[in-house]
Structures are given as C-alpha cells and as structure tokens.
C-alpha cells in the first residue's frame, strides 16, 4: 500500500495486521523514552485544511516517535489566503522532498485528489463526510484490547448513534467494524440518516433504549451543527432527550458494555453523563491508542511495515 485513503482499501487481513502492528507501537510509547529510529530521514508533511484537535497532534507526535522529520503547515498564514490551489500548493512543498502528507479537507475526495500531484504517500485524515480511516482503526484497537477481542468482532454488537449523515467517522467505522465480523446498528432519527443505506452492513433503530441493555458498544457521535444546511432537528433539546447518553441511560446499560466517542463532545446534547463518571467510558483510551494506530500507519507506508524487522524497533533514536 502506497496511500491510506479508505477503510474500503483495506481488507480485514491488513486491519488485522495494522492492529497487532499497533500493539507493538504501543509497547514502544510505553518505554521510558518512547522513540525509535524506524522513519529516520522520511519527511511527514500535516496539511490541515479544517480543524483538529486530536488528529493533528497525534500524527505529529506519531511521527516524531518514529524519528521522522515533520512539518506543519499552517493553512491560515499560507500562500491559500492568496489564492494558491490546493495543486499548486502540493507540488510546490513536494518540491522540498516530502515522503508523506497528512490531509484533512472539507471536501470529500481531496485525498484521492492530491495523490495525482505528489509521488508521496497520502493519508486521508479526513474529508469532508466521506472518510476517516485512522479513528476507525483506533476505534478498531480500543475496542478489541477493552473487551480483549484478538481475533475480532464476531458476535460483538455495536450501536452507532447520531449525526450519520454528516459523519466520515460512522462511514469509515460501519467498514472496519463489519470487517472484523461485529453486528451494527445505527441509531437516529430520521433526519440524520443518509438518503440511502443501500449497501451499508447494518441494521437502523430509531429507538435507543430499547437497544441498550443488549449492547457491547455504545458509540456517540457529535452533532455537526456546522454541516447541517437545514433544520434538520426540531431542537438539540430534543434531540437530547431521544438520543443523549443521560446517567440513567448509562445505568441500563450491560456492566463490560462501552462507551465510546470520536470527539469533539458536545456536552449537554449527546454526551450529557460526566464521561468521567461512567465506568465504561473508554474515550481518553481512544486519544491515547490514536497515537500508537498512527505510528502503525506512518510505519506500515513508510517504513518496513508489511514485514516487521527486529531492528525497526530497537530504541536507538540518539
Ligand atoms: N476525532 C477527530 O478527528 O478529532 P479532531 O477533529 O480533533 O482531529
């Protein structure tokens, strides 16, 4: 694999080796000084076109453990504000010798679209409500080392509830979750379901306390107001009171079950517990395991990935 663009690209044998690929980054993280020297001299460029909090961070701190050089380009102080094009503006940083770019944009497809104007590798930090690949796989490994699920998903069921229309993260989790073998159900109303679910591995509720008690993985997304065009909800209220994960809620559901969430939260509209306070809360693990997924990632493209030397992790990054 030359580029990370889709959970589709993947089959479930290369999730599988991405995952046990993690568990070896996360036992590098774990050491006192947690770096290695398997991307010496490769240069990751993050190009940001939307905002991140966690993504951003993570892969840059992702490439760093790996000893690679990275670069962060700011969109707001860019030749962008000039009107450069995103064409332009690829091949004049490929110019300085860039080995992989990071890309996150507003508009689906972007990634695919840049691969055509780089001989570098390309991972899809997300775009627009098409895809997210790396919080998938982090999702993937959060999931499989909380509920100690090797081997995969079979007979897991997990509920994914909100804003699935507008969201690349239920598109990229709904792939990876099937491929491992889990059941999913999207919950909703109506309004913020995609037109059609033709071709999705899922099953629909619009009722989440009923589906509850039966689940292993709770997973709440944001409510995107920025995306929603229309008034797609009669209030956040509303949608609060139907769909919001309160305290009581959490308390019915099963005592190993998991809560899960991409982030950012909305307080008081789907995340209305103190996530804090539930004990299946498994978020901040997702924020940690994002580094340790996107070290796998940066290695598997750059580095001898596809076939893990003994010397690739030997912690020699003087
Ligand atoms: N989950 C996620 O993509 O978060 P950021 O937007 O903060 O990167």
């Known amino acids: 694999m030359k580029h990370l663009l889709s959970i589709e690209d ?42 991140s909090t966690r993504t951003r961070t993570s892969f840059d701190t992702a490439a760093k453990r790996l000893s690679a050089d990275t670069m962060n380009f700011a969109i707001s102080s860019s030749s962008v504000n000039k009107g450069e094009s995103l064409r332009d503006t690829i091949e004049t940083i490929s110019a ?21 104007w780089t001989n570098a590798s390309i991972i899809n930090a997300g775009d627009g409500w098409h895809q997210h690949p790396t919080q998938a796989l982090l999702d993937c490994f959060t999931i499989r080392t909380s509920l100690n699920r090797r081997d995969g ?27 491992l073998g889990a059941r999913v159900t999207l919950v909703a ?18 009722d989440l306390d009923a589906l509850l008690p039966h689940l292993d993985v709770l997973y709440l997304l944001r409510v995107q107001r920025e995306r929603m065009d229309d008034a797609l909800l009669p209030s956040l209220d509303e949608y609060s009171a139907m769909y919001g994960l309160t305290p009581a809620r959490a308390a019915r559901m ?26 299946g809360s498994v978020i901040l693990n997702q924020v940690t395991n994002g580094v340790a997924v996107r070290m796998a990632v940066l290695f598997w493209l750059l580095g001898s990935g596809a076939d893990l030397k003994s010397s690739d992790l030997k912690g020699d990054a003087s």
């Open 189 to 206: 109303p109506p309004t913020l379901l995609p037109p059609s679910l033709d071709g999705w591995p899922v099953e629909v509720s619009h």
């Open 10 to 51: 993947l089959s479930a044998a290369q999730i599988h080796h991405l995952l046990e690929l993690t568990d070896h980054m996360v036992e590098v993280s774990s050491r006192p000084i947690p770096k290695v020297p398997a991307l010496r001299g490769k240069n990751v460029v993050s190009l940001f076109f939307e905002d």
């Open 153 to 179: 998903f079979d007979g897991l069921h997990i509920a994914i509830v909100g804003d699935i229309k507008h969201s690349r993260v239920a598109r990229s989790d709904v792939q990876a979750f099937a491929a």
């Open 254 to 279: 099963a005592p190993h079950a998991l809560v899960m969430h991409p982030g950012p939260m909305n307080r008081g509209v789907e995340m209305v517990a103190d996530p804090g306070e539930l004990p």
């Open 96 to 116: 300085m010798g860039v080995d992989a770019f990071v890309v996150r944009h507003k508009s689906s497809g972007a990634p695919q679209m840049v691969t055509r």
